[in-house]
């Protein structure tokens, strides 16, 4: 089953540029750089690493958050950048044009006021007003149809969050189109996502093979039982 590569990507020269002032350990590094430079799977890293995937991307994350600091306007990548505008329809185009060069090439506010015959204040609006639609471009990036089936499978989604999750997941609408659509608030709509992401996260870490089932049995049994379970499985992650 394919995995998940992460949105996000850096040059060699810009990840060792934002890993120069964070304090983090050789094995770190070397995970942040495979993710963001190398372009590694999830799943990959989970294996080679021994590490879950929450772990996996809070040390991932860590350097992302460091680079989009140091970078100019906190920019975005163009990923990003294009998702956030498509659920924007009543932008202009001259907006559009001021908040990609700010966000995604770097230009300063100042070099755009005077080119654009704004105010730096209005470029700042601008600039402001979009990138607060620019979902942070973490980590996590977009599912298959079988990883969305699989993740689902069993846990008891309601429909319409199975269409919510499927569109950002799969499809990879925007929150806010998908918002203005469903007329859900989109604290609400990221919380859906989220709980259906969370179900594929932790299927990355059922070894191959592995099946996930119900059962009822005496709470000595199962407390033992699941114990057995995770020593085999991180045996499994170790090798």
């Not at 190398?38 to 294996?47: E, F, R």
């Not at 879950?52 to 350097?63: A, C, G, L, S, W």
């Not at 700010?102 to 730096?120: D, K, N, Y």
């Amino acid at each position: 089953m394919p995995s998940p590569r992460f949105v996000v990507r850096l040059t060699q020269r810009e990840f060792s540029d934002t890993v120069a002032h964070l304090k983090l350990s050789r094995r770190k590094l070397e995970i942040a750089r495979r993710a963001l430079v190398d372009q590694s799977t999830l799943s990959d890293l989970v294996k080679d690493y021994g590490k879950t995937p929450d772990e996996i991307n809070e040390i991932v994350q860590q350097v992302y958050d460091e680079w989009n600091r140091r970078s100019t306007s906190s920019r975005v990548p163009i990923e990003v950048f294009e998702q956030a505008i498509a659920g924007l329809p009543n932008v202009s185009r001259q907006s559009v044009e001021i908040a990609r060069r700010a966000l995604v090439q770097g230009e300063p506010a100042s070099a755009l006021a005077e080119e654009f015959g704004l105010t730096r204040q209005r470029i700042n609006q601008i600039i402001r007003r979009i990138h607060a639609d620019c979902a942070q471009a973490t980590v996590v990036s977009r599912m298959t149809e079988k990883q969305f089936a699989d993740a689902v499978s069993g846990r008891g989604f309601s429909e319409q969050s199975l269409e919510i999750a499927h569109a950002v997941l799969v499809i990879g609408k925007p929150i806010p189109e998908v918002t203005m659509a469903t007329g859900l608030t989109r604290q609400r709509i990221r919380q859906l996502v989220s709980a259906v992401h969370d179900a594929f996260l932790a299927r990355e870490k059922i070894p191959p093979g592995w099946v996930t089932e119900s059962v009822t049995a005496p709470k000595d049994m199962l407390k033992a039982f699941r114990a057995a379970v995770e020593e085999k499985r991180k045996a499994h992650f170790n090798d």
